[in-house]
């Protein structure tokens, strides 16, 4: 979710001394990266921006939209599409605004991301589908659900955070949930610095920052991300996250700790909720708090897993929302 916000205690000389640094990372100057895969794809926008994706799968499947998480890209899914296509599924892998190949929208919110998706599925000619997310694309798809509440058939959601905005009594808020989100509404250049300087380590030195990250792991995450294929995917989101600057990284930081505009509680479309009871990233009680305020969802609490529970699970979960998004579009 939000990696270092609790590290912006900084002041006097050490919030000077970056000052310029952080301002050239918000303006972003994209990254000159290899070129896309044969399978990365980008529409025009109404308002001329590019929306980029991944394109997988079974071309004639199932539709099912991924959501990445925050701090990530369309890659960071499992690296074998041959399972989608095995189960009949295509799936669209979407980069948000200002992140891999999607060209920023400065001041956007959560439910302007519906919007986007909204005319990439009329570019694709996709009248309905489901929607996969990770972790912090876990409230991007429920406001897709909220504003595309006739289209979208069927939501999972894999470790997904609560709302931060407006937190105060929630039981599943921390000081730092609400440290956040005040630092969002009143003091964004704490949002900016913080998202710089986690940002620096991981563009310097991308693997010493992965083995940082890993190192501080609960035991079922490690043993998941020792596997090679998990491990290069997460290096090369680490170069893929800054292809358009690092404005992408900074919005989404403001926008994961702001109110999200819409409520929960008038969600209609089915939701499927997978949690690891051991998640640090994303506790469990956000998890718990989605079940019970949702109207429409179920949820599967996981123990003995964690945060990255969407590799070893991939192909259960695609199979179950690819199967509940059939049974939506039929109704």
Not at 237 to 264: C, H, K, T, V
Request: aromatic share 8%.
């Amino acid at each position: 979710m939000m990696p270092v916000m609790g590290r912006a205690r900084s002041t006097g000389t050490a919030l000077r001394r970056p000052r310029r640094a952080v301002r050239r990372w918000i303006r972003g100057r994209p990254v000159d990266l290899a070129t896309p895969a044969a399978h990365s794809h980008t529409v025009v926008l109404p308002d001329g921006r590019l929306l980029g994706y991944d394109d997988v799968g079974d071309p004639g499947g199932t539709p099912l939209l991924y959501f990445h998480g925050f701090g990530s890209t369309r890659l960071i899914r499992h690296p074998d599409d041959a399972i989608a296509e095995r189960l009949g599924i295509r799936l669209l892998a979407v980069d948000r605004p200002g992140i891999g190949l999607s060209t920023s929208r400065p001041a956007r919110n959560l439910l302007d991301f519906a919007t986007d998706v909204g005319h990439l599925a009329d570019t694709l000619g996709l009248s309905r589908f489901g929607i996969v997310a990770w972790s912090g694309g876990g409230p991007y798809a429920l406001g897709c659900a909220w504003a595309l509440r006739d289209r979208v058939t069927q939501v999972g959601l894999i470790s997904t955070p609560a709302p931060l905005g407006g937190t105060a009594a929630a039981d599943y808020a921390t000081r730092f949930h609400r440290a956040s989100n005040r630092a969002a509404d009143h003091a964004p250049w704490a949002v900016r610095l913080a998202m710089w300087r986690w940002s620096r380590q991981q563009r310097n030195d991308p693997a010493q920052h992965l083995d940082d990250a890993i190192a501080g792991m609960v035991d079922a995450d490690k043993e998941i991300l020792a596997d090679p294929a998990f491990r290069d995917v997460m290096l090369r989101n680490a170069s893929e996250l800054y292809r358009q600057g690092g404005r992408g990284l900074y919005d989404e930081a403001l926008i994961m700790a702001r109110s999200w505009g819409f409520p929960l509680e008038g969600i209609t479309t089915p939701v499927r909720i997978w949690h690891g009871v051991l998640d640090q990233a994303v506790p469990i009680a956000m998890g718990r708090h989605l079940a019970r305020t949702i109207p429409s969802a179920q949820a599967t609490f996981l123990p003995g897993e964690a945060h990255h529970l969407l590799y070893d699970r991939w192909e259960e979960i695609l199979g179950e929302v690819a199967a509940r998004s059939r049974q939506g579009a039929g109704r």
